[in-house]
């Protein structure tokens, strides 16, 4: 497989920029605090001058970056906020789909923390940790629709202690969605554009009503064609939001229904990932045979229900996907009894109903040696894989060669958010609580590949009789966090903040339909049932906000955050960093008694900047730079997941901890109204501690410890080097702009034996807004169109670690597409 990678030419210019970026100091900063603008929809903006493109907190004592609606819908309209943010400082986004709404392949760092390490909100509800088939939560493209989205805040490195996540250990990414618009209003939009696109969004607004109320109503139906294969992503999606204002506060109510459909490819196997006998066969792209069902069996050239050999693990499944339905309502209301002083309440309630389904080849994985504990009968000369077991096990699962596999879900989680913020002289206290009840399950359940079961494409639920349900995984968990805060302003220059967050949990599994074995397994697989609590009372938070002059600030920032223990996760099954799939009641015990929860240090220290300028074409200079330091303890990992196909003892312990060292500068130039130039630069250094112990080996007759050593080694898939650019242009109806996203070289195996190049990422977006003041009904019309990867390149988007070294597994790049959006307002 190859890839391109940047030339040095290239990297010079971009670091050239980012020095350019520099000399402003960091990112646009904010005339506002954060928790004016979550109040405050942003004002309409000049239409002859250029908009802000990133917006800094300037009131937070740590590091917090907002882009604005209208530069999320620049980056591609219906992007997702989280491939939004990907031009933020420190932030590392690939996804193999240009709007970023991929749930399988997508991959999200922030200073070294991975998606399942930081925090989600939309609107204050809590999303979960983002995984792939979570257990508590849902993507954020799934709990709003892209045009509904206000803004996108990311703090990185420590979020506000009021976010509800049990996951939060390196900062959080917070959305927030639209107000009602207090006019009358229809807004229509459509997207058209490579491979088919089809994007609709009709939202309608009510405008001021009577007794104070306003609200929308939104629907949304997307249709896509994968760039590699006959897959179509299809979704659709319906927002609700009412406000109503009254004199001593505001009623607010959301309601998102969203269902899609999301076919996947398979990642590419690398290095050891792959069969000696296909150890040439690394293709860039694994599309599935789906529609063409007869190539599904005639591919099957390696015997019956067997992939060819010389394709190794890189053969073509026939097809698979993730068929996602959900359902995401709150009711807030913020209550002002007095001037200085609200209270507020919100309740929310979340239900997913979801699975994840592939069909392939019976034999693969070693799959036959599972079936072979459910269908003993069926095995012919005492082997799974012998020429008459397998014609047997293809029968089973209806003669093509192919079984189809589901991971099924369900999410059932209400929950209740009360915060206070009360000034009072000098001090602003802050305090609250989040309660949330959750219970998600799981089945893996294996259907004949036939008509009658309804499962011929990826599109539909599979019905009919289940060959097997291998296992049904049932959970209840009970999270809570508490915080309290307290933000003294000791002189009008100077704001110190002290505060903390407790987070506790007490979580339950049991299994309804256990993992079956047969009798000459000798270490049979069992999942545990049992209940972990796991407490942390007290987590500290300390900031200080200088304000040096009325354009200068200085902020510094500790904070201690701790991440739950899962019920399942890390690729939507058991064989994950979950306790629960441990294989056996006693390894489970073990875990109880032996291992903590991932915790993390996190300090920051930061200057910003806002300044009016006159040095020639620079009209003003906006920014910030921010340093810091992670000390990440207690990393779990799973040493050696169960295995049902080689049964043996598993390991899911503590294995020490990370240090990572990092400093973000980013800054805004203006010239004059119509030209701004953001760049962001980012250096990070996210190393392991220590090396860790796994297992043990007979060196001479004697049982030695095996030591892998990580001790020194980079985290995999965090780069050292980013840069991001957005130069942008605006002249009276017209405005366009180009962005780049760099980043470097990324580790992919634990001992960085092997890597993936760096890859520069560049986006043309160019739109125009007619004048229709006297064109009757229409309002407002413009045209925007947009080109993702504008110099068609190839690489990695997304890259899996699967081991200490040797091996490892890639998503391609999509290349070079084109959108044209058109919108108009009645």
Same mark, same amino acid.
């Given at each position: 497989?190859?890839?391109?990678?940047?030339?040095?030419?290239?990297?010079?210019?971009?670091?050239?920029?980012?020095?350019?970026?520099?000399?402003?100091?960091?990112?646009? *900063? =904010? #005339?506002? !605090?954060?928790?004016? &603008?979550?109040?405050?929809?942003?004002?309409?903006?000049?239409? +002859?001058?250029?908009?802000?493109?990133?917006?800094?907190?300037?009131?937070?004592?740590?590091?917090?970056?907002?882009?604005?609606?209208?530069?999320?819908?620049?980056?591609?309209?219906?992007?997702?906020?989280?491939?939004?943010?990907?031009?933020?400082?420190?932030?590392?986004?690939?996804?193999?789909?240009?709007?970023?709404?991929?749930?399988?392949?997508?991959?999200?760092?922030?200073?070294?923390?991975?998606?399942?390490?930081?925090?989600?909100?939309?609107?204050?509800?809590?999303?979960?940790?983002?995984?792939?088939?979570?257990?508590?939560?849902?993507?954020?493209?799934?709990?709003?629709?892209?045009?509904?989205?206000?803004?996108?805040?990311?703090? *990185? =490195? #420590?979020? !506000?202690?009021?976010? &509800?996540?049990?996951?939060?250990?390196?900062?959080?990414?917070? +959305?927030?969605?639209?107000?009602?618009?207090?006019?009358?209003?229809?807004?229509?939009?459509?997207?058209?554009?490579?491979?088919?696109?089809?994007?609709?969004?009709?939202?309608?607004?009510?405008?001021?009503?009577?007794?104070?109320?306003?609200?929308?109503?939104?629907?949304?139906?997307?249709?896509?064609?994968?760039?590699?294969?006959?897959?179509?992503?299809?979704?659709?999606?319906?927002?609700?939001k009412l406000v109503h204002e009254g004199e001593k506060g505001v009623l607010t109510f959301y309601a998102d229904w969203q269902m899609k459909v999301e076919p996947n490819e398979d990642a590419t196997a690398m290095g050891n990932q792959q069969t000696a006998a296909a150890a040439g066969f690394t293709p860039y792209t694994r599309p599935f045979l789906y529609p063409n069902l007869a190539a599904c069996t005639s591919s099957l050239t390696g015997g019956p229900g067997t992939p060819p050999p010389a394709q190794g693990n890189n053969f073509s499944n026939c097809f698979s996907a993730a068929q996602r339905e959900d359902i995401l309502s709150y009711l807030k209301y913020a209550w002002t009894p007095v001037e200085g002083l609200t209270w507020t309440n919100q309740v929310y309630f979340h239900y997913n109903y979801g699975r994840g389904i592939v069909a392939g080849p019976v034999n693969n994985a070693g799959l036959p040696a599972l079936f072979a504990t459910y269908y003993p009968e069926l095995i012919v000369g005492g082997s799974p894989t012998s020429a008459g077991s397998l014609a047997n096990l293809v029968a089973l699962f209806g003669g093509t060669g192919n079984e189809v596999r589901t991971t099924e879900y369900h999410i059932n989680r209400p929950g209740a958010l009360s915060t206070v913020d009360w000034t009072l002289g000098d001090h602003q206290i802050k305090a609250g609580f989040w309660f949330e009840h959750n219970e998600p399950t799981q089945q893996r359940a294996w259907y004949p590949f036939s008509a009658a079961n309804n499962n011929l494409t990826p599109y539909d639920v599979p019905r009919g009789k289940k060959a097997l349900v291998q296992y049904a995984a049932e959970f209840f968990t009970n999270d809570v966090q508490l915080h309290f805060q307290d933000q003294w302003r000791i002189i009008p220059q100077l704001l110190v903040q002290v505060g903390f967050k407790s987070s506790l949990q007490d979580a339950t599994g049991k299994f309804p339909v256990n993992q079956k074995n047969l009798p000459t397994v000798a270490v049979p697989v069992q999942y545990p049932t049992g209940s972990i609590v796991s407490n942390r009372w007290f987590l500290p938070q300390a900031g200080l906000l200088w304000d040096i002059s009325d354009k200068d600030q200085l902020f510094v920032n500790a904070q201690q955050n701790m991440r739950q223990f899962i019920p399942y996760g890390a690729g939507s099954n058991f064989y994950g960093f979950s306790p629960w799939s441990l294989g056996t009641q006693a390894a489970f015990e073990l875990f109880k008694t032996t291992v903590k929860p991932e915790t993390a240090w996190t300090y920051e220290a930061g200057l910003r900047s806002r300044r009016e300028v006159a040095l020639g074409p620079i009209t003003g200079v906006e920014g910030q730079i921010n340093v810091y330091n992670v000390k990440f303890k207690n990393r779990l990992l799973n040493i050696a997941p169960f295995n049902f196909i080689n049964p043996a003892p598993a390991i899911l312990a503590n294995v020490g901890g990370v240090t990572t060292k990092g400093v973000d500068v980013a800054g805004t130039l203006k010239f004059g109204e119509h030209f701004q130039l953001y760049n962001a630069l980012s250096y990070a250094e996210s190393k392991y501690d220590s090396d860790y112990q796994s297992g043990t080996t007979l060196v001479g007759g004697v049982s030695t410890p095996v030591t892998v050593a990580t001790g020194g080694k980079y985290v995999p898939l965090t780069p050292k080097w980013m840069n991001k650019t957005i130069a942008r242009v605006t002249f009276g109806a017209f405005d366009a702009q180009i962005s780049g996203d760099y980043v470097g070289k990324r580790y992919v195996t634990y001992l960085n034996d092997l890597s993936v190049k760096s890859m520069m990422l560049v986006d043309l977006n160019a739109g125009y807004t007619f004048d229709m003041s006297d064109k009757g009904f229409v309002k407002g019309l413009r045209v925007s169109a947009n080109v993702t990867n504008l110099f068609d390149k190839k690489g990695v988007s997304t890259a899996g670690v699967t081991g200490n070294s040797g091996g490892y597994t890639a998503f391609p790049q999509a290349p070079r597409m084109g959108f044209v959006t058109v919108s108009a307002d009645f």
């Open positions: 497989m190859q890839f391109n990678k940047t030339t040095s030419r290239q990297a010079a210019l971009w670091c050239s920029a980012a020095l350019l970026g520099l000399m402003g100091g960091v990112m646009a *900063s =904010g #005339a506002q !605090a954060a928790e004016t &603008a979550a109040a405050t929809p942003a004002a309409e903006t000049d239409s +002859t001058s250029v908009e802000q493109v990133i917006i800094t907190s300037q009131r937070e004592t740590r590091s917090a970056v907002t882009m604005q609606a209208q530069q999320i819908q620049n980056v591609l309209p219906g992007a997702s906020p989280l491939k939004a943010i990907q031009f933020l400082p420190g932030v590392v986004y690939r996804t193999a789909d240009p709007w970023g709404n991929n749930e399988q392949n997508l991959s999200l760092f922030v200073h070294g923390f991975s998606t399942q390490q930081l925090g989600f909100t939309m609107d204050g509800v809590p999303l979960g940790d983002q995984q792939y088939g979570n257990y508590n939560g849902l993507s954020v493209s799934r709990a709003v629709t892209s045009e509904n989205v206000s803004r996108v805040t990311l703090s *990185s =490195g #420590a979020g !506000a202690l009021g976010v &509800a996540s049990t996951s939060n250990l390196g900062g959080a990414i917070e +959305t927030f969605s639209r107000d009602p618009s207090a006019e009358r209003g229809l807004n229509i939009r459509q997207t058209v554009g490579s491979h088919d696109t089809s994007r609709t969004f009709v939202r309608l607004d009510s405008g001021e009503m009577a007794g104070g109320w306003k609200g929308y109503v939104s629907y949304l139906r997307q249709d896509a064609k994968a760039w590699d294969f006959e897959g179509h992503q299809r979704g659709h999606q319906v927002n609700l």
